[in-house]
């Protein structure tokens, strides 16, 4: 079982729910990440998501889509972000996903990308655009290297889709909690009430939601539905916003905290 199945293992055994937080690499720059990183495990983050920072993020918002391109001006690579990982891994069992997109992985080589990702210490990996259909030598090669390979579904996934990830998935299930791309948003989609029930028909893997979770109200309300809840967009708004102060560690962290409260 890999570190992402054994933290869900260990929250069931707590009737508590998983908090996973997504962070841009390198934005501020590669040395805060991995700061923010340890801050928000001291805080009680369950996941920590990584994004590649990647010059044409499809699936994200303008939040995201900025947060990128700071970092890409950084000169973050895949190379530095996997470097980060190893780093991490010297003092931290986090589990850590990887979410990035098929064109700078296939430019790294996949393979190559698989191999490097395993040596690092990356427990699961979120290829964002790559639909479940396609993914069977990615899928192989992550398979054979014990890394999760986590698939998206969305409000508008048909029944066949929602069966094809159920069974391709590991680790967990990233639920899309509207159509669209990410970004903190007010209020959440009512469609999930329809959506994870039939997710749940066809699989028992955990089942997390994210895209515009952006609140300790709003993870509490998914946490009631699903196995966890995803804040990204709202993290990297803060780093945006505070970037340059010397108290951003720990107004990361307290907010990690108001979330992850959300979760209990």
Known sequence: ?????????????????????????????????????????????????????????????????????????????????????????????????LMTYLNPAQRYGLERFADDARDAGVDGVIMTDMPPEEAGEWKDLTDRRGIDSIFLLAPTSPPPRIDLVAAAATGFIYCVSRTGVTGAQKDLSMELQNMLPAIRAVTDKPVVVGFGVSSPEHVRQVCALADGAVVGSALVDMVARNGTDSDLITRVGDFARSLKAGTR
Do not use: H, N, Y
């Open 1 to 97: 079982m890999s570190r992402i199945g054994e933290r869900f293992a260990e929250l069931a055994a707590r009737s508590e729910k998983a908090l996973v937080c997504f962070l841009t690499t390198g934005d501020p720059d590669i040395e805060t990440t991995g700061k923010l990183a340890l801050e928000l495990e001291r805080a009680g983050v369950d996941i920590l998501e990584l994004g590649v920072p990647f010059s044409d993020p499809l699936a994200d918002g303008p939040s995201i889509q900025a947060s990128s391109q700071r970092a890409l001006m950084q000169g973050v690579t895949i190379r530095k972000v996997l470097d980060l990982v190893s780093q991490i891994r010297r003092t931290s069992e986090l589990p850590i996903v």
